[in-house]
């Protein structure tokens, strides 16, 4: 398999051929929620917003996934940069092994605590209800197949086969466009399942993508084929993954749980309105997974970099990659604000929903640059392995969302006051995380030649011993 050289060539280049795949992988992830909203639009906004709903938990595991996912990938991005297949090979273990027990364990407290973690939203319609617990029970329940999918997905990164994630993830959203409507809607005498056949569909192309990791993994003579996965992991290895991984699973976790606590103000305003965000966080959500997928791939570029010690290829990279998720940015914010109502009638057709969702799409559209910006940012800390101030950054101005949701709703802007504290979040945090990085690159670059040059000054002229010899 041919990877993408990350130390090596023009960085817009290097970027492009190891970026665009990625962005493509992260679109098609996010289908999978786009079909089901799409099928799922079909019954009614009460069985949107049940899918909606269950499917925050569905996120939030997903944050606990990035533990392994993330101090996986970049050490694994670490080591290779360092040209110590072995040492990869070794952290790539430890992060499987901790996405199947990560599973696991959630899977199993999703399924007894079902009725309570579905109660929590304050849902209006026993139908509604009974939809979001069958869709929970479904992906949440089975979700080690995804936490298992992510991980290996990281690994192909952090060696630069993204095309790999492209093709594999491309394979399960077809599948999962296949399954859909025949597992909602059922085919002649088969019945449809509605919501829960929805979660169906999903947790089997899931685990297609993950047998076709597997497979393509089967063919890797530099990392895969020296992974041991019942072997003892090396003393340390587990509290360094979790180190890296922690901050942001954290930032991860806490957004998702924030994101809930949000979707319990709007549910406020009826069923109605937590259909209209859900479907507009999902429709927004296209721009935010490919900034994302550009955040996946710089933090390969600078993981590899960073263990060769290319520090300046680094601070290009961030020039580069700056100019690149303005553009982006710029493009998406177009779309979201000119173009609301006809992309929310793609999933639902109320007067009064679209309407909701249109104001929805408007606002948030207002801060795609900085959200891609803080997506830049945050994938070059993590790749240096500092992913304290992504998290930092995250968490403080995610948290300041409930009580500004809770304020500017008070106000005339009524639910428009809700979407207004989420969009300015995203614009200090796209504000803080680019500047914080700039400042933080250039101290350490600097910091690191001069430990180069007195480390050269001590070689020409050693010190003088004090015996006089």
């Not at 069985?47 to 997903?62: N, P």
Request: glycine share 12%; hydrophobic share 50%; net charge positive.
């Amino acid at each position: 398999m041919k990877s993408v050289n990350m130390l090596e060539g023009p960085i817009i280049r290097t970027l492009a051929k190891l970026a665009l795949p990625i962005m493509a992988s992260s679109v098609i992830q996010m289908g999978y929620n786009l079909v089901d909203m799409f099928w799922v639009g079909k019954l009614g906004s009460g069985a949107v917003a049940a899918v909606g709903a269950a499917g925050m938990y569905m996120w939030l595991g997903s944050g606990l996934a990035t533990i392994p996912k993330m101090g996986g990938q970049v050490l694994t991005g670490q080591k290779l940069g360092e040209d110590d297949p072995e040492g990869a090979a070794n952290f790539a273990a430890a992060a499987l092994r901790m996405a199947v027990l990560f599973g696991v364990v959630y899977g199993l407290l999703s399924v007894l605590l079902d009725k309570p973690l579905i109660g929590f939203y304050g849902l209006n319609e026993p139908s509604t209800i009974a939809q979001a617990s069958a869709y929970h029970m479904i992906t949440s329940g089975l979700v080690v197949f995804s936490f298992l999918g992510q991980v290996l997905g990281g690994l192909f990164t952090a060696m630069g086969h993204t095309m790999i994630n492209l093709r594999v993830t491309a394979i399960g959203m077809v599948l999962n466009m296949i399954l859909d409507p025949l597992c909602v809607f059922g085919l002649g005498p088969i019945p449809g399942f509605g919501a829960a056949g929805a979660a169906s569909a999903t947790v089997f192309s899931q685990l297609c993508v993950f047998l076709l990791y597997l497979y393509s993994a089967r063919k890797d003579e530099r990392l895969f084929k020296r992974i041991r996965f019942f072997s003892r992991t090396k003393k340390g290895s587990v509290r360094r993954i979790v180190h890296i991984g922690l901050p942001s699973a954290a930032q991860d976790c806490i957004f998702s749980l924030i994101s809930m606590i949000i979707a319990r103000i709007v549910a406020g305003w009826g069923d109605g309105a937590v259909a209209a965000q859900k479907v507009g966080t999902q429709i927004e959500s296209i721009s935010f997974m490919i900034s994302g997928g550009f955040a996946t791939a710089i933090n390969a570029f600078t993981a590899q970099n960073y263990g060769a010690g290319r520090l300046q290829r680094i601070q290009r990279g961030f020039s580069t990659g700056s100019i690149l998720m303005i553009a982006w940015g710029a493009i998406a914010s177009f779309v979201l604000i000119v173009f609301p109502e006809p992309l929310m009638r793609l999933f639902i057709q109320e007067d009064e929903v679209v309407a909701i969702g249109a104001n929805y799409l408007r606002i948030m559209g207002m801060a795609e640059i900085f959200s891609c910006l803080e997506g830049l940012a945050a994938g070059m800390f993590q790749g240096m392995g500092h992913t304290v101030p992504p998290a930092v950054s995250g968490m403080t101005f995610n948290l300041l969302r409930i009580p500004a949701a809770l304020g500017l709703s008070a106000t005339v802007l009524g639910l428009n006051g809700v979407w207004t504290a989420m969009s300015l979040s995203m614009f200090f945090k796209g504000t803080v995380l680019p500047v914080w990085f700039f400042f933080f690159l250039r101290r350490f670059i600097k910091t690191h030649q001069q430990g180069t040059e007195a480390a050269a000054q001590t070689t020409i002229h050693p010190p003088v011993s004090s015996n006089g010899n």
